[in-house]
C-alpha cells in the first residue's frame, strides 16, 4: 500500500489486477455495475467449504475501509503463497476450510465524489450539487451517485428505517431510496449473497473501535460470544445495537438467521486521515483472521 492521502478506485482495480496476477489463489469477478457503469468487484480466496464475506465501503467517506481489506487479502495471499503464518495461522490450511468472499468497495461512485468531487462530465453533475446543499465539496458523502444511502437500503425493516430517518430525498446521507434495494450497488450486493449462501457476513465501517453483532433478537445464538472472540482479538468493544434497521448485515442475520457482523474501525471523525492507516490496520488484522476462524470446530 502507497503511502499517500487517498485511496481511489483504480488503485482498488489495480490491487486486484496485481493479486490476481501473483497468486492462483485469488480470483477476481465482476458482481454488477455501479449507478454510473464502473463494475463491482468480488474477490474469491480460497478453496474450502465454508464460506465468509468481507465488504468495504458502503459509505464513500469511509473510503479508508477499503485500502484496509485489500490490505489484508495481500497479506493472507502472500502468507498462503510462502507458507508463512498469519497472526499464528497457517493459511493454506485455514483456506482448505474456508473461502472468502470479498467486495472491497461497494459504492464505487460515492468513493469517487468523496475524494474528488464532482466534474461538468458527471450525468448526474447539476442534481449532485443541488443535493449536497450547493456545495462542491463532497469529503462527507456517503451516498452513492444517486444520493441514497446503500446501508440503508436492505429489506429488513425498510419502512422503519425510512421513518426513523426522515429524509424524503436523495441528499449526502441516510437517504433510505424510493424502495429496498433499488440501487444496482445495493442490489448486487443482495444478489452475491443470495448466490453463494454465506456462513457468516462482515461489513467494515468508520469508525468507534466497535462490533455489531445482533439484530432484532435474529441472530444466532452464538453471535455474541464470537464477537466477544473478535473483540479479544482487536481490542474493539462488542455493541448490542438497537435503534437501525435495513443495513447489510441486519438484513443477512433476518433471512439467513446466521452471524453478521458491522466492525467500526478506527477511531475520529469521518473520513479518517489516511495517515492513521498502519494503526488501524495493526488493530484490524486479528480481527480478520479470527473472522475467518468462525465455524472451525477446533482451535487453531
Keep these: 500500500m502507497n503511502a499517500k492521502d487517498t485511496y481511489r478506485y483504480h488503485d482498488m482495480l489495480e490491487g486486484c489486477r496485481q493479486l490476481a496476477s501473483h497468486y492462483s489463489f485469488v480470483t477476481v469477478y465482476e458482481i454488477g455495475r455501479s449507478v454510473l457503469g464502473r ?25 479508508i475501509t477499503s485500502a484496509l481489506l485489500m490490505r489484508f487479502i495481500g497479506d493472507l495471499s502472500a502468507s498462503y503463497a510462502s507458507g ?17 468472499w470479498a467486495v472491497p468497495m461497494v459504492n464505487p461512485d460515492g468513493v469517487e465524489l468523496a475524494q474528488c468531487g464532482v466534474n461538468r462530465t458527471n450525468p448526474w453533475y447539476e ?60 442490489l448486487a450486493m443482495a444478489r452475491l449473497t443470495e448466490s453463494i449462501g454465506f456462513d457468516a ?6 469508525q468507534g473501535r ?9 441472530e444466532p445464538v452464538e453471535a455474541e460470544m464470537l464477537a466477544r472472540r473478535l473483540g479479544q482479538a482487536s481490542g474493539y468493544k462488542p455493541v448490542k445495537l438497537s435503534g437501525s434497521d435495513a443495513g447489510y448485515k441486519d438484513w443477512f442475520i433476518q433471512y439467513f438467521r446466521k452471524p453478521g457482523f458491522t466492525v467500526e474501525a478506527g477511531y475520529g471523525e469521518n473520513p479518517l486521515p489516511f495517515q492513521n492507516f498502519d494503526n488501524i490496520y495493526v488493530e484490524l488484522q486479528p480481527l480478520l483472521v479470527e473472522t475467518l476462524r468462525i465455524g472451525r470446530h477446533r482451535p487453531s
Design 127 to 186: 442534481q449532485l450539487i443541488a443535493w449536497n446543499g450547493g456545495s462542491t465539496s463532497f469529503s462527507d458523502w456517503k451516498a452513492n451517485a444517486r444520493g441514497v444511502d446503500l446501508n440503508d437500503q436492505f429489506p429488513a425493516h425498510w419502512d422503519e428505517e425510512r421513518k426513523r430517518r426522515g429524509i424524503d430525498g436523495p441528499g449526502p446521507r441516510d437517504y433510505p431510496g424510493p424502495q429496498p434495494l433499488s440501487e444496482p450497488e445495493a
Design 39 to 63: 463494475p463491482l468487484v468480488a474477490l474469491r480466496c480460497g478453496r474450502g467449504p465454508r464460506k465468509i464475506h468481507m465488504n468495504a465501503s458502503f459509505h464513500a467517506n469511509e473510503w
Design 210 to 218: 466497535e462490533i455489531y453483532w445482533n439484530y432484532r433478537d435474529y
Design 84 to 100: 508463512e503464518p498469519l497472526r499464528g495461522q497457517e493459511v493454506a490450511e485455514l483456506c482448505g476450510e474456508v473461502t472468502l
Design 201 to 206: 457476513v462482515m461489513a467494515l465501517h468508520t
